[in-house]
């Protein structure tokens, strides 16, 4: 059977409209850098289009700030992290789209926060439901950190808080971790043994988390699940354990007074209610033998990965746009 040939103006029309679409997207790939505290200035989005950045964030205890100042046009803010290097409107990202300029603050202590690479968009909106209309959008962008801000009380590394217990009750409180080489104790003092305090003695919970900000004693945390235990330790060689946010919380954990016949026994609620007690929070630095946790990124974070990913999604689309050439030409 003989094979049928495109017409070679056809073949050429085929051609120059895919092979166009494979340059774009290669060079989609590229983002503008930018570094703290320096403004990038005199930025273009066109209109209905986005402009790309990136930044490297090391620090997880600071939250992160970005603003996009508009010169002309309507632009819009959304950032995201690896996998999606090119956040969107219609993506899971962070976002802001007030009129105007734009000021958005992402928390070091929202779950979704690690140290690495963020990925910033800027949208030019256009329509006839804006004053700009169809303008391309102008606006210099400028990222820092600032401090962290939470309902929680923070205690400082080697710090401590005072508090007292309430019945079947949590207190709450954060601490942060900048750097995985360490080690953290978090100890709850307090008055546990009976013969010491006979009337005045409790046996309340601690509870630590790395996601939850209101850890309860049912939750995926450190706990201590004993009375003689009195300190919660995460070791640098800990899996679980990264830099950033975690979460206490002091449960005032006791049993009911009329269930309670020995009183030296059994904790009774009747002396846990305004029992007193300290959280301290205790970091060791580990110098020797420890290697930095990275977040683990796809084509993000790490350089060389990064690299690596986008001379991978290069010669797929150079492969993609030969195959294409080559089948139009059959």
């Not at 959008?137 to 710090?159: D, K, Q």
């Not at 546990?192 to 409790?202: L, Q």
């Not at 420890?290 to 796809?298: A, F, G, H, I, R």
Request: aromatic share 12%; glycine share 6%.
């Amino acid at each position: 059977m003989e094979t049928k040939r495109l017409p070679p103006i056809l073949s050429f029309v085929l051609v120059a409209a895919l092979v166009p679409s494979c340059i774009r997207l290669t060079e989609a790939q590229q983002h503008n850098e930018l570094t703290f505290g320096q403004r990038l200035v005199n930025q273009i989005a066109k209109c209905n289009e986005y402009a790309y950045y990136k930044i490297d964030v090391s620090e997880p205890c600071q939250d992160l700030r970005i603003q996009v100042d508009v010169i002309e046009g309507e632009p819009n803010l959304y950032v995201s992290k690896s996998p999606n290097l090119y956040p969107t409107y219609s993506s899971l990202a962070w976002s802001s789209y007030d009129w105007g300029s734009e000021d958005l603050v992402i928390s070091s202590w929202d779950p979704e926060f690690t140290a690495g690479t963020f990925y910033i968009g800027v949208h030019a909106y256009c329509g006839d439901d804006v004053d700009t209309g169809y303008t391309d959008a102008r606006f210099s962008v400028y990222v820092t950190t600032v401090p962290s801000v939470h309902p929680h009380s923070e205690i400082s590394l080697n710090g401590t808080l005072p508090g007292t217990l309430s019945v079947n009750g949590y207190n709450y409180y954060r601490f942060c971790v900048p750097s995985s080489c360490s080690n953290i104790e978090v100890l709850l003092t307090n008055c546990v043994d009976p013969k010491a305090c006979p009337t005045d003695y409790a046996w309340p919970e601690l509870i630590v988390s790395r996601s939850i900000e209101q850890p309860s004693i049912s939750d995926h945390s450190w706990k201590l699940a004993s009375v003689e235990r009195r300190s919660i330790s995460l070791r640098y060689s800990d899996p679980d354990f990264f830099p950033g946010h975690y979460f206490v919380a002091i449960y005032g954990w006791c049993t009911p007074t009329e269930n309670c016949p020995d009183l030296s026994s059994c904790g009774p609620c009747t002396y846990a209610q305004n029992h007193p007690y300290t959280v301290s929070v205790f970091i060791e630095e580990v110098n020797e033998g420890c290697v930095p946790k990275q977040p683990l990124e796809l084509c993000g974070g790490n350089q060389g990965f990064h690299n690596q990913c986008n001379s991978i999604v290069l010669l797929v689309m150079l492969s993609f746009c030969s195959i294409v050439v080559i089948l139009l030409s059959c």
